[in-house]
């Protein structure tokens, strides 16, 4: 699928590769470097070059099982590709001919990289190897040795001058791509390497593992620069600050604050010893984590601090959510009510209780025009509280299942709900009228969200597809089938 940034539209739906499975028939796809084209590949075999204004589509064939991965040169004019059948094509864009086929390797070749200068690819391979290639003649360079696992990532630094490869072998390595000798070895993650990235000045080498950290190499020392320690567990929560100047994680009860710049860890929350979920305040200055010990608490960005403890739940709170001017936070809890909790004083201003006390809450959302917090939980209704006076105004009765997610709208008085009953309704908040039933899913929606306008809804299903619903007419505009 092709998406409009600006709009969230679906612009074009891309359907050609096929497969004897349902999972994974499209392995990825990349951009060309003018954004006019769009390359996907998958397990049919195929490189499909797809057009991004029109719907023409040219198929590369040549490879004999699963293409693994893709990529244009810097001025677009070719691409590379690598594939399950242990080669390397490269292809001409402009008239799909295949230039050449890069044979040598003697297993699955993972992925591939051009240099800056477009002269040369790297491609990395479960041999335990990768190869350099000289584009314009089809000649292997230089076969990198020294790692003693699979190579699943190399890349290039920007000027070109050395080239990373990442293993899983627990290890990163640099090497020089003009004599193929290996500079240094960087040894410290505790499991495989999954992505490794250069600076934007080359002077660093990030590392992601599967040990659950990142790593920082100091290219110029060839040193460990700084090792984040936060991500100690699988990441529960994470979000972004309203600058996006840093994401906010979750993970085995730890929450970490890292600069999105430079990837470096700047903030660790270590009183948050048993959080998983975490929100940035609408100013930035301030996150809220959720525990299992039954509180909310309240940290400066700056200092790290935990500044208030939010008490009162009898089970743990399982959503928070801060209001759009950032005065208040709500949250949601097993213990089957809503706190709205002055954020200044700490002090809880109301408890909004929905139905019998026999059902977790599940969502919650905050009107972004006036004083009204939404929640649902494991019943088919959902509750309209003012905010202010902690007043219940009304319920929306309609859903003949359990209500997953609310929302409302950015510009307007309406809210949608996604339910159980494989339904999504689109409701005015100020008078309880249900607007319209989008019937479409024939399993639980899971997600919804408005299109920034609030002219479009866009839901997701367990049945592993996304619908785009136009308001104004009533209708699905498209089925965006992919998921598994």
């Known amino acids: 699928m092709i998406w409009d940034v600006q709009t969230g539209d679906c612009r074009r739906i891309c359907i050609g590769h096929t497969g004897s499975f349902n999972i994974f028939i499209v392995s990825g796809a990349v951009y060309s470097p003018n954004s006019n084209q769009v390359a996907s590949f998958g397990r049919d075999g195929t490189v499909r070059l797809w057009s991004v204004e029109t719907e023409t589509c040219h198929v590369l064939r040549g490879h004999s099982s699963t293409v693994t991965s893709a990529v244009y040169s810097p001025h677009g004019d070719q691409l590379v590709s690598s594939g399950e059948d242990r080669t390397v094509r490269l292809w001409d864009v402009a008239t799909r001919y295949c230039r050449h086929v890069f044979k040598g390797h003697s297993d699955r070749v993972v992925s591939v990289a051009y240099s800056p200068k477009g002269n040369q690819?790297?491609?990395?391979?479960?041999?335990?190897?990768?190869?350099?290639?000289d584009v314009e003649t089809g000649r292997c360079l230089h076969i990198l040795r020294g790692h003693i696992d699979a190579v699943g990532r190399t890349v290039y630094s920007p000027q070109g001058h050395m080239i990373a490869s990442a293993s899983s072998d627990k290890t990163v390595r640099l090497w020089d791509p003009?004599?193929?000798?290996?500079?240094?070895?960087?040894?410290?993650?505790?499991?495989?390497?999954?992505?490794?990235?250069?600076?934007?000045?080359?002077?660093?080498?990030?590392?992601?593992?599967?040990?659950?950290?990142v790593r920082l190499w100091d290219v110029r020392t060839r040193t460990s620069r700084h090792t984040p320690s936060g991500s100690n567990g699988p990441i529960r929560s994470l979000t972004c600050s309203p600058r996006g100047d840093c994401i906010a994680t979750c993970a085995q009860g730890i929450a970490h604050l890292w600069d999105t710049k430079t990837g470096v860890l700047f903030q660790t929350f270590r009183g948050a010893s048993d959080a998983f979920r975490v929100v940035c305040s609408p100013q930035g200055n301030q996150i809220a984590t959720a525990h299992v010990d039954k509180s909310v608490r309240l940290w400066n960005v700056e200092t790290g601090t935990c500044h208030r403890i939010l008490a009162g739940h009898a089970m743990s709170a399982n959503v928070i959510m801060y209001s759009p001017r950032g005065d208040q936070?709500?949250?949601?809890s097993m213990d089957?009510?809503?706190?709205?909790?002055?954020?200044?004083?700490?002090?809880c201003l109301h408890i909004l209780i929905g139905g019998p006390k026999t059902f977790?809450?599940?969502?919650?959302?905050?009107?972004?025009?006036?004083?009204?917090v939404a929640f649902c939980c494991l019943e088919p209704l959902v509750w309209i509280w003012d905010a202010q006076m902690g007043v219940c105004i009304r319920i929306l009765i309609g859903h003949s299942d359990s209500v997953h997610r609310v929302l409302y709208s950015p510009h307007s008085n309406q809210i949608a709900s996604a339910s159980y009953d494989t339904t999504v309704r689109v409701w005015d908040a100020g008078t309880g009228e249900c607007l319209y039933i989008f019937i479409g899913h024939n399993t639980l929606v899971s997600a919804i969200t408005y299109s920034p306008r609030g002219d479009q809804i866009t839901s997701g299903g367990d049945d592993g597809s996304l619908r785009v619903w136009d308001l104004e007419a009533r209708t699905c505009l498209w089925t965006l089938v992919g998921h598994s």
């Open 360 to 372: 977790n809450i599940y969502d919650i959302a905050y009107s972004p025009i006036d004083c009204q």
């Open 329 to 332: 936070l709500a949250s949601g």
């Open 178 to 213: 003009e004599t193929g000798v290996c500079l240094q070895t960087f040894a410290g993650h505790s499991d495989w390497v999954t992505r490794i990235a250069f600076s934007p000045n080359g002077d660093q080498i990030a590392s992601s593992s599967n040990d659950k950290t």
């Open 121 to 133: 690819v790297a491609s990395a391979s479960k041999d335990h190897t990768a190869r350099l290639w």
């Open 336 to 347: 089957y009510d809503v706190r709205l909790w002055d954020v200044r004083s700490g002090e």
